[in-house]
């Protein structure tokens, strides 16, 4: 009898020990990896990042105490996030926090083993991050948002607010994963709408110069901005840019307008980044990221700067005025 024990012991030793164990450690305070596209913030109350520090107070974890943060900074150039996350994993974090595809696929490539929980991703199925919203079925979960499908709302938006609208720039950085989606979404949005558009490309803070000045030229009516971590770490040169070529703008994250935007529609970032405090939570207590369903955003939110909107003599209708949820200026 207890060599039959001892067989099946083994027997199970050896079907479970090619899977991978997403364990946390047991001893100090937890260390959370968060891998980050952007810049370090320098007002961290007023960044969606911090918003998940905040959220972890909310769940009564104390930093020092309880957990540990290691930050790591790509300052907006993604071609160091694989090193970055690599980083993280060689210093034995027990969960790394990151968003944004190619922040999530760094992580991902870095490691099957320790829990990745996203703060953001557009389509993480799509992606082939996880296998499904409801069942993961890896070492990733956490949230998703819906960037992509927003195009005809920023369309329909800018069209409502910029009279006789017929020619619209559009922002990207080539750099994004998810640029092909995000164009196709646009154009045929404004192909609805029968608007033209003006495509600019930029992957560094030099090249938005060169952009907003493509589109003077190009004699645009307004600008949208496609969601991406340098366009935010860049807001307040965008949103200025803007301003001096008497551009209404128009973005997918509300830091962009008080920044200097004119309105913004999209995810609260600042929830989905607090949000995934919860995830965190949920996998130090024992859950596992395969069976944590990835929740999806269902709440958008228009932002309206009235400064910005007197600064271009802008009358915002009132159609669009009972539709925001926060003014500013």
């Known amino acids: 009898m207890k060599r039959r024990q001892l067989l099946i012991a083994i027997g199970a030793g050896s079907l479970f020990g090619s899977l991978p164990r997403l364990t946390i450690a047991q001893k100090g305070p937890t260390r959370i990896g968060f891998l980050a596209t952007r810049s370090k913030p320098t007002v961290w109350n ?4 911090g918003a998940f520090l905040r959220g972890m107070q909310d769940l009564h974890y104390t930093e020092g105490k309880d957990f ?3 930050w790591r900074f790509a300052d907006g150039d993604s071609a160091r996030l694989p090193e970055l996350a690599n980083e993280l994993v060689k210093s034995k974090v027990d969960i790394i926090v990151t968003g944004g ?8 490539e870095a490691t099957k083993v320790i829990p990745i929980v996203m703060g953001n991703s557009n389509d993480p199925v799509g992606e082939g ?5 409801a069942r993961p079925g890896g070492n990733i979960t956490g949230l998703a948002n819906t960037n992509t499908g927003l195009s005809p709302t920023h369309m329909s938006l800018m069209q409502e607010v910029v009279p006789g609208l017929s020619r619209v720039a559009v922002l990207l950085n080539p750099k ?3 640029y092909t989606p995000i164009l196709k979404s646009m154009h045929d949005a404004a192909a609805k709408m029968r608007l033209k558009i003006i495509r600019l490309e930029a992957k560094s803070p030099r090249e938005i110069d060169g952009a907003f000045a493509a589109m003077d030229r190009a004699e645009a009516q307004a600008v949208i901005t496609a969601f991406d971590a340098l366009y935010v770490q860049q807001r307040h040169q965008i949103g200025a ?3 001096k070529y008497r551009l209404p703008s128009l973005f997918p994250v509300r830091q962009q307008v008080e920044a200097g935007g004119l309105m913004s529609y999209g995810q609260n970032y600042g929830k989905l980044y607090r949000r995934a405090s919860v995830y965190v939570d949920k996998i ?8 944590l369903p990835v929740e999806q955003a269902t709440k958008f939110e228009l932002v309206i700067n009235n400064r910005i909107a007197r600064a271009l003599a802008l009358e915002i209708p009132s159609s669009v005025r ?3 949820d926060k003014f500013i200026g």
């Open 46 to 49: 007023a960044d969606y990042y």
């Open 68 to 70: 540990a943060m290691e």
């Open 101 to 108: 595809t190619q922040a999530i696929r760094a992580a991902s």
């Open 129 to 133: 991050l996880i296998a499904s919203l």
């Open 176 to 178: 994004n994963q998810n």
């Open 241 to 243: 840019l803007a301003l």
């Open 284 to 291: 130090l207590k024992g859950a596992s990221p395969a069976d």
């Open 322 to 324: 009972q539709r925001a």
